[in-house]
Structures are given as structure tokens and as C-alpha cells.
């Protein structure tokens, strides 16, 4: 309700109708990492490496990931607002570029915990297995969500 108060209707209904897409990209990336994380806790494969090592690889997967699936997202946002017969050209194309930033940094975060939490659970003695996927996807959803539109907030209006 933050933001409902803080756009003109006509924005925040085309914001609206991307957050599902943000969020389940999203919370795909950060729970593919989180199960990654955890198989190789349980087989023993990350063991011997350092969380920075892990870090850097995943890291590097996912933002290739981010980016593919932000310009594909950007490119999917800009067809549909021109479909819909957006009047407003400069307040679509800013859009469409909050929508590609918001889901490049929604994958990266969403990996980002994916693959710190499981690691934090197995420090503290709690399960990673049980615990990961729960939070990683709660705290997708709500981080996923503010970064769109706060995104869509500073550029989009």
C-alpha cells in the first residue's frame, strides 16, 4: 500500500500487472541456488571449498542469468505496453527499463540469498535442507516486489 499512493493509476496498473513475473523469476533463481547449495552441503562437495569460491561462480552464472532474463523481461514489457496502446511512449520506455533493471537485481539478490542462507542455517546448526526454501522465497517475494517498484517509482513517474 506503500506505493498505491505514490504513482498515477495508469502506471501503477501497468507496474501491477509485471510483479508476478519479477517474483517467480525470482524466487526460481534464488531456490535453484539454495537447492545447488544444499546437494553439495549434504555430498560434501562445498565442504572443501570456500564460500567466496562458491560465491564467485554462482555469482557469475547468475548474472548472466539476470541479464538475459532482464532484457528478455524488458523487451516482453515494451511489447506488451505498446499492444495495450500505451499513449504515454516516454513513460512506457521508462518502464520497460525499471521492469529489465528490477529483474536483473532481483535475480542477483535472489541468488545472493540463495546462496548465504543455506551456509548461515548449516553455521548455526539448523538444517539447510528444511529451513532454506521457506525463507529464500518469503524474502524473495517481498525484496523482489520493493526493488520493482521502487525501481518503477524513480524512473517511471
Known sequence: MFFHNKFDAIVYTAAIAFVPMIAAISGNAGLQTSAIVVSGLATGHLVALRISQVFSREVRIAALVAL???CIGG???AVLLTL???ENTIRSIR????FGIAMF???MVATTLGLFLPFLFRRIGIDPAISSGPLVTTANDSISVAIYMTLTLLLAT
Do not use: D, H
Open 68 to 70: 538475459s532474463c532482464g
Open 75 to 77: 523487451i516482453a514489457c
Open 95 to 98: 518502464l520497460t527499463f525499471a
Open 105 to 107: 537485481s532481483a535475480i
Open 84 to 86: 495495450k496502446g500505451t
